[in-house]
């Protein structure tokens, strides 16, 4: 897989529409959806970038930052390597469901959360109204994440052959 697979498996996970900028950050080099040089920095494309060839520079810890105005800064860690003849990417598991795309970064969720919680603060229904309905954090939508994860499996297993 690619860093630019990485991101959409993560965009899937975090069940967000890849609406937004995004970038990795692997030893001090950027990667993005595409090549540029940017005020002078450089920005490699992430389908050129495959992570065996991070895991065999022994890279296992790197950041991917998605949408640069709510700066959703993503710490990725190389926990373990899976057999390459699994059909990835896959849901295994996850604990909370990720905060709403444009929502403002942390503090726009903290606020979001903090709103959704008080019926009587005076931002409640517009709040409900753009999220299509009430938050439920732990409601994490594994169904959702599992569709959304099936074409990405698919199209790499086509890859493979």
């Known amino acids: 897989m690619t ?10 996970a975090f069940l ?5 900028l995004w970038e990795f950050e692997v030893d001090r080099r950027r990667y993005g959806p595409e090549a ?4 002078g920095e450089r920005t490699y494309k992430a389908a050129n970038m495959k992570l065996t ?3 065999d ?11 640069m105005g709510d700066d959703w800064r993503h710490r990725v860690q190389v926990l373990e390597t899976l057999d390459a003849d699994a059909r ?3 849901f295994v598991a996850g604990k909370w469901r990720c905060p709403p795309e444009d929502v403002g970064g942390f503090p726009g969720f903290y606020r979001f959360v ?3 919680a008080d019926p009587k603060d005076p931002e409640h229904r517009e709040l409900i ?4 309905g009430p938050f439920d954090r732990t409601d994490i939508d594994e169904q959702a994440i599992k569709q959304r994860m099936a074409p990405l499996a698919k199209a790499r297993g086509r890859k493979k052959r």
């Open 3 to 12: 860093l630019k697979g990485l991101h959409d498996t993560i965009q899937a």
């Open 16 to 20: 967000w529409q890849q609406a937004h």
């Open 36 to 39: 540029d040089n940017f005020m």
């Open 53 to 55: 060839r991070l895991c």
């Open 57 to 67: 520079a022994a890279v296992t810890d790197f950041l991917y930052t998605y949408d």
């Open 88 to 90: 990835l990417p896959r």
């Open 114 to 116: 903090q709103v959704l």
């Open 129 to 132: 109204d753009w999220h299509g």
